[in-house]
């Protein structure tokens, strides 16, 4: 698409400028100028009295984009338990979704999962689209896909909302390019525009150094990942009511991928994502056997191992124990860094810790400013000591 001033209808009466969201107006010579910033929202086009603004849009990829409403959220589920993502995404549709004026939708994808329906409903849905069968069972991107795109053809979302988790990742694009729509991965904030109602999404970009804020304005739904515990999770309330509603897609064909086999990850104990400890590692443990201490110390509080990424470029550990902008975003009650410095990209995926102790040798370490108890040391004699005082609590 291409925005173009007709300068000969333009009066210079400022108008425009207003009410860009995105500051992409100026006056020369009394003629609005359009800058780099433009995101083609169509606001200005909307509100110029003179009609002085166009977009000339490519044929055929126009949406009548009144006729799509609601705020979809993908209910991703495991074995029959709902992951804390579709309730964390749920409370921010709840929210985008008042402010509206629609509804929130989840879609609930699995076989003989139509009793989770009720919680989703107490976490802020108003409808549950339940797609059940055998052939539901294990997650299939393709299978997924294909319900989730039937379903939004039929049912026309403005917003569509799912987990940055594996799962999510896979189904997102699938279902953005089936729509030929737009999908932003990995935001951390959602908003709706006061002036054009666009669905606002921001998320870091150029390697964590501006947050850009992405706008899809010409087609719908309106798409979106996020990572987990990015979102706080709302209070559930069971008095709400909803409706369920039950979908049967039709698939053309046979799905192309068959699960042979699941097969137990290995590796330091507890999931990042579901920890309420996580003990980390960086750099500063100087040799990857004193991740056995970590280790240790994380069993003893119960908690998880993370990393930062050095050490997981370096092969000590895998990268889905990384913690941080290329890694998971975690938000525990307790976060213990050990020999981490504090670089933007690892704090990115921390900093919403509840409590967090950092372990360093250097006194100046940038990772002193955000925690709440620093211990200036050697990081390997300090977790030893740490173990042992809780060895000697739990004796
Ligand atoms: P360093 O920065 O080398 O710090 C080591 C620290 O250990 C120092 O503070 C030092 O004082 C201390 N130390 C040394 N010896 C001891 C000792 N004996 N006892 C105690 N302390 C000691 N990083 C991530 O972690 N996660 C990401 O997701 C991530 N994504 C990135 C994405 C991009 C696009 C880019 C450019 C970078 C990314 N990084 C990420 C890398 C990030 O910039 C840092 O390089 C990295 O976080 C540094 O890891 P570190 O703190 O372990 O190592
Ligand atoms: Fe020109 Fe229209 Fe902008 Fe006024 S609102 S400055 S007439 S383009
Ligand atoms: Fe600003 Fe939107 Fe107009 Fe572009 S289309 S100049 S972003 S109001």
Same mark, same amino acid.
Request: with cysteine; glycine share 10%.
């Given at each position: 698409?291409?925005?173009?001033?007709?300068?000969?209808?333009?009066? !210079?009466c400022?108008?425009?400028?207003?009410?860009?969201?995105?500051?992409?107006?100026t006056?020369?010579?009394n003629?609005? $100028?359009?800058?780099?910033?433009?995101v083609?929202?169509?606001a200005?086009?909307?509100?110029?009295?003179?009609?002085?603004?166009?977009?000339e849009?490519?044929?055929?990829?126009?949406?009548d984009i009144?006729?799509?409403?609601?705020?979809?959220v993908?209910?991703?589920?495991?074995g029959g338990?709902?992951?804390?993502?579709?309730?964390?995404l749920?409370?921010?549709?709840?929210?985008?979704?008042?402010?509206? !004026?629609?509804?929130?939708?989840?879609?609930?994808?699995?076989?003989?999962v139509s009793e989770? =329906?009720r919680?989703l409903? =107490?976490y802020?849905?108003?409808?549950?689209? @339940?797609?059940?069968g055998k052939?539901?069972?294990?997650?299939s991107?393709?299978?997924?896909?294909?319900a989730c795109v039937?379903?939004?053809?039929?049912?026309?979302p403005?917003?569509?909302?799912?987990g940055?988790?594996?799962y999510?990742?896979?189904? =997102?694009?699938?279902?953005?390019?089936s729509?030929?729509?737009?999908?932003?991965?990995?935001?951390t904030v959602?908003?709706?525009?006061?002036?054009? !109602?666009m669905? $606002?999404?921001?998320?870091?970009a150029?390697?964590?150094?501006?947050?850009?804020?992405?706008?899809?304005?010409?087609?719908?739904?309106?798409?979106?990942? @996020?990572?987990?515990? $990015?979102?706080?999770?709302?209070?559930?309330?069971?008095?709400r009511?909803?409706?369920t509603?039950?979908?049967?897609? $039709?698939?053309?064909?046979?799905?192309?991928?068959r699960?042979?086999?699941?097969?137990?990850?290995? !590796?330091?104990?507890?999931?990042l994502?579901?920890a309420?400890v996580i003990?980390?590692?960086g750099?500063?443990?100087c040799?990857?056997?004193?991740l056995?201490?970590?280790?240790?110390?994380?069993?003893?509080?119960?908690?998880a191992v993370?990393?930062?990424?050095?050490?997981?470029?370096?092969?000590w550990?895998?990268?889905?124990?990384? @913690?941080?902008?290329?890694?998971r975003?975690?938000?525990?009650?307790?976060?213990i860094?050990?020999?981490?410095?504090?670089?933007?990209?690892? @704090?990115?995926g921390?900093?919403?810790?509840d409590f967090?102790?950092a372990?360093?040798?250097?006194?100046?370490?940038?990772?002193?400013?955000?925690?709440?108890?620093?211990?200036?040391?050697d990081?390997?004699?300090?977790?030893?000591?740490?173990?042992?005082?809780?060895k000697?609590?739990?004796?």
């Amino acid at each position: 698409a291409k925005i173009i001033v007709l300068e000969e209808k333009c009066v !210079g009466c400022g108008k425009c400028i207003n009410v860009c969201p995105f500051n992409a107006i100026t006056l020369e010579n009394n003629k609005a $100028v359009i800058g780099d910033a433009c995101v083609m929202c169509g606001a200005c086009e909307r509100n110029c009295p003179f009609g002085a603004i166009k977009i000339e849009r490519i044929q055929g990829y126009e949406q009548d984009i009144s006729l799509y409403k609601g705020v979809w959220v993908f209910a991703e589920q495991r074995g029959g338990e709902t992951a804390g993502v579709a309730f964390e995404l749920l409370g921010a549709a709840r929210r985008l979704a008042d402010r509206l !004026g629609e509804s929130v939708a989840a879609v609930l994808i699995g076989d003989g999962v139509s009793e989770r =329906a009720r919680e989703l409903i =107490a976490y802020g849905a108003d409808f549950v689209y @339940v797609v059940e069968g055998k052939e539901y069972e294990n997650f299939s991107d393709e299978l997924y896909a294909n319900a989730c795109v039937k379903l939004a053809e039929e049912h026309r979302p403005s917003i569509f909302l799912l987990g940055a988790t594996a799962y999510g990742r896979s189904l =997102a694009p699938r279902i953005s390019s089936s729509l030929e729509t737009g999908l932003t991965a990995d935001c951390t904030v959602l908003d709706i525009d006061e002036e054009s !109602g666009m669905f $606002v999404q921001t998320r870091p970009a150029f390697g964590g150094n501006i947050m850009a804020s992405i706008v899809c304005p010409a087609r719908r739904p309106q798409m979106a990942t @996020v990572r987990p515990r $990015v979102m706080k999770k709302p209070e559930p309330d069971f008095g709400r009511s909803g409706s369920t509603v039950m979908f049967l897609p $039709v698939m053309a064909g046979t799905p192309k991928a068959r699960l042979l086999e699941r097969i137990q990850e290995e !590796g330091f104990g507890t999931s990042l994502s579901d920890a309420e400890v996580i003990v980390a590692a960086g750099r500063g443990i100087c040799d990857s056997k004193n991740l056995e201490l970590v280790e240790e110390l994380a069993r003893l509080l119960n908690g998880a191992v993370g990393a930062s990424r050095p050490i997981v470029d370096a092969g000590w550990i895998d990268h889905s124990h990384q @913690v941080g902008q290329t890694g998971r975003t975690v938000a525990p009650k307790l976060y213990i860094a050990a020999g981490i410095s504090g670089a933007v990209q690892h @704090v990115a995926g921390m900093s919403s810790s509840d409590f967090i102790v950092a372990i360093n040798k250097d006194k100046d370490a940038p990772i002193f400013k955000i925690a709440n108890i620093g211990i200036v040391g050697d990081s390997a004699e300090i977790i030893k000591e740490l173990i042992a005082q809780l060895k000697s609590k739990q004796a």
